[in-house]
Each structure stands twice: as C-alpha cells, then as structure tokens.
C-alpha cells in the first residue's frame, strides 16, 4: 500500500462479526446506486475505477484468515467494471478477492459492498469520490471536494483507515447493555433466496414540515412509523405466543462525535421501541417514546459503555491467543443467539448527503438498499438528495403488509410518496 498504510490491517471491532456468519444463504451486503442523467461510460468509469480505488486503498484489499484473526491484505489485482449480478451469494473470487462490485447499467452506477470492508458512510465516500472522477473525466466538471468527494490526486493519510474503535476505545472500561426478545414478522420465504425491494421517494421539506410538528428528527419520525407499521403485523398475527417487545435497531455513525475520518466501519446502535403488551399505542404515542428513549440511549457515557464493552472483550488476552478456527464458531453462534434476537427490524438513515452541488446537474438520484437480513424477515434504509428523501424497504418474505402498512402511515399523514418495487435478488 501506500507508505503510510501498513500491508495487513487487521478487521476493526464491528467487522469481525460479518466473515464469521457468512454463508451460502447469507452475507451481510448492501448496495448504493447512482443514477446519472446519461449513459454511463463503461471505460470512464473503469478509468476512475483505478483512480479512486488506489486513493481509498481499503478497496484494494482482500479478506484473509490469519491464525487469531482476519485481516485486509493488499490485493495484487487491479478492480475491474463487471456486470450487474443479484445481491446475494457474494463470493469473493467472483472479485478476484475484493470485498465490492462496481457495475454499470444503462444510466446507473452500482457499488455492491461485503460489510466486513465499510459501513454505509464509508461506502458512499467511496461510491460519490468514484462518481465525481467519472463525471471530472466525461463531463468536466470541476468539483470542490470535501469529506463526501475526496480529491483522487490526494495522497491517503491513516486517518482514512485506522480502526476508529481500538483509537478511541482501546483500554476503557465499558458494560453491555440487557436486551429481551423482540417480536419478529414471520411468513413464507421468497424462492431462490430472492429480495424483493419497495422504493419510496418523498419530499425532504414535506418530511421535516411533519418533523417540525412532532418536534422530532426524521431518523425518530421514520422509527416511529415502522413501530405502527410493526403495530398493525402484531395485531394481525394469531401466534399465540407472540412476543409484545417491537424494536427497531438504529445504526449511529460515530465519526462525527469522536472527529474520524475513517472509511471503514465505524458505527454503533440503539434499539428503539415499545412494549405493547398492555396495549397499541397511538402514532403521537411512539414518536414520543421513540424521541425519549433515542435521548437516553445516545447519552455520550451510555452509547461509550457499551462501545467499549465489546472493544474490551476483543482485548482480553484469552479472546486473543484463542485459534480463529476455534473463534470463527464462537463469534457465529454469539451472533446467532444475540444478532437481530432482540430487534424486529433495522433503520439505517444515511442523512441529507453533502453531494457538491456542482454535480448536481448530472445526478438523477442515489439509492442505498439493505440486502438479506439474517434473523429477521427485512430492513430500512435511507438517505437525503437534492431535495427528495429515498427510502428502501427489502424483504425476504412474501408477504409486503409491513411495507403496505408503513406506506399507509406516511400517506395518511398527508405525505405524497412514490412507490417502485423491484427485485434486489
């Protein structure tokens, strides 16, 4: 790698967790897609593809198993432009070992992403730092760049890619938090592992009007609409021994609280929502409950705690003299029993991005969907752009009467929304 970046990077705390639980019918990906107003230039983007991949050189890396732990290793192969393929059984030698896939289709550029490489926020730096050299090179266009769009002619620095936890947390004492079982949507597979995907686009004023009103942020307002959505599944599933714990697990960037600049993973969560054992509650109910308990949950000693914990845990000299032949299971199993348990679905809110309005004129929208949930039925995911607000809701289940129920809520509170759906895998 470049001088200042060592060979071998060693996973960071959130991402050991995604090779161990990895399978046939599972990999945690996720896919952005950038939809320009023209065809895509299949050799401009190969060319920026080289430009920005030696730039953000995390995304030159392969994943390897080393006698305690994986870590990224530089990877003699140079990434390569290659066709749209499923969001679904990401095998790395389809890469030649990189852990992404860029592909071109018609006006769109997609970045498939294994998540033991980069969380969302990092993924996009490298997706928009990728588009803006496209464009820099068909169109050019002159881009004042920033912590969205990285210059490529920049050298990388290690801020890029240090393990923001071990900088932060390596050597603090933390807790881990109580979790109990949160009720989780049941219904019949979707064939051949398939995804299916609602996009809804809305109006970012009209969001932040009905936000303003309920004295809420978006993130608070969109939880609370998937806890009704959530409300509605409750009350129309006959289990007998349903759990009354509906909780969506909200991922929290942690960059802009500790100054990081890393394009890896660094991120935690809080589970926000209600019990309603004793009874639903009204929409004005869960925006209120939902509000309370994100400002309690994101007390700087209480999200810190729990962030150490797990940091404190991967320290232990027992932990790291264990075999990863003998961790790999271990991790998996502790995942298993402990992952999306305790959540009945994930919002993952990107915020309004900082896209440099100068390319504006060329982008159409910016996507960011979930893939294949593990332990439960599907996720959320959005993002801000030029004004509109685009929000995916995937599955793995048949049934879309979360997703109907979810539509229902934001229309009813007088919101426009378009509807697409389509298939991720």
């Not at 030159?60 to 732990?69: E, S, V």
């Not at 003699?76 to 066709?83: D, T, W």
């Not at 409750?234 to 289990?239: L, N, T, V």
């Not at 925006?287 to 308990?293: P, S």
Request: aromatic residues 10%; charged residues 25%; hydrophobic residues 40%.
């Amino acid at each position: 790698m470049i001088a200042s970046i060592p060979a071998r990077l060693k996973l960071d705390n959130a991402a050991n967790i995604y090779p161990a639980s990895m399978s046939k019918q599972y990999s945690s990906l996720y896919r952005i897609k950038v939809t320009l107003k023209e065809v895509v230039d299949i050799t401009l983007l190969q060319e920026a593809l080289l430009r920005v991949a030696e730039r953000i050189p995390t995304f030159r890396c392969t994943l390897k198993a080393g006698a305690f732990w994986w870590y990224l290793d530089r990877c003699p192969v140079k990434p390569e432009v290659r066709g749209l393929k499923p969001l679904k059984d990401f095998r790395f030698e389809d890469q030649d070992g990189l852990l992404y896939r860029v592909s071109a289709r018609r006006c769109c550029i997609y970045l498939d992403v294994f998540h033991a490489l980069a969380d969302g926020t990092g993924a996009m730096t490298f997706m928009m730092t990728l588009t803006g050299e496209y464009l820099r090179r068909r169109c050019g266009v002159e881009i004042p760049y920033n912590q969205l769009v990285l210059d490529p002619k920049d050298h990388p620095v290690y801020a890029e890619v240090e393990d923001s936890f071990k900088s932060v947390f390596s050597g603090r004492n933390g807790k881990l938090e109580k979790n109990v079982d949160a009720y989780h949507i049941q219904g019949d597979a979707l064939p051949d592992s398939a995804i299916k995907d609602v996009r809804m686009v809305v109006s970012s004023e009209d969001v932040k009007r009905l936000c303003r009103q309920y004295s809420c942020t978006v993130t608070e307002f969109l939880t609370a609409a998937m806890i009704w959505a959530l409300q509605e599944e409750h009350r129309r599933d006959g289990a007998r021994r349903k759990r009354s714990v509906l909780k969506v697990s909200v991922p929290v960037n942690l960059r802009p609280f500790y100054g990081s600049r890393t394009v890896r993973n660094f991120s935690s969560y809080v589970n926000l929502g209600v019990d309603v054992k004793d009874g639903y509650y009204s929409f004005p109910e869960l925006v209120k409950a939902i509000r309370e308990q994100k400002a309690y949950d994101m007390q700087q000693d209480r999200l810190e705690s729990k962030i150490a914990a797990n940091v404190a845990l991967e320290e232990m000299l027992i932990v790291r003299l264990l075999p990863l032949k003998i961790k790999h299971p271990i991790i998996d199993l502790i995942n298993l029993l402990h992952g999306d348990r305790f959540v009945s679905q994930t919002l993952s809110n990107m915020g309004n991005l900082d896209v440099p309005s100068a390319l504006f004129p060329y982008i159409q929208d910016i996507d960011f969907s979930l893939g294949r949930q593990r332990g439960n039925s599907g996720a959320v995911s959005c993002l801000g752009y030029n004004g509109k607000l685009y929000i995916h809701l995937t599955r793995k289940i048949v049934s879309s009467r979360f997703e109907q129920a979810f539509l229902a809520r934001l229309q009813s509170l007088g919101l426009s929304v378009e509807t697409q759906e389509s298939d991720l895998a």
